[in-house]
């Protein structure tokens, strides 16, 4: 499910950022670099789309996000 998903990405900011994530503001979740120092671009913009606010534009299923960490090879 996608809310899974969006928990998910939740939990992951939170747990690079050492505190909780961000509140999103009206244009969607902020950018969480500047909270997690090394979070490399591709691994945000991946967490980024899992806690995007419109389910349709995140992710459609856990494999597709497995395929993406996949391609980031971190």
Request: glycine share 16%.
């Given at each position: 499910l996608r809310s899974d998903l969006f928990a998910l990405?939740?939990?992951?900011?939170?747990?690079?950022a050492g505190r909780p994530?961000?509140?999103?503001?009206?244009?969607?979740?902020a950018d969480p670099r500047p909270l997690a120092d090394g979070l490399p671009q591709g691994l945000a913009q991946l967490l980024l789309s899992l806690v995007a606010r419109a389910p349709s534009e995140r992710p459609p299923h856990a494999a597709a996000v497995l395929e993406a960490?996949?391609?980031l090879r971190l």
């Open positions: 990405g939740m939990s992951a900011l939170e747990a690079y994530a961000p509140r999103a503001g009206p244009n969607g979740p960490l996949d391609r």
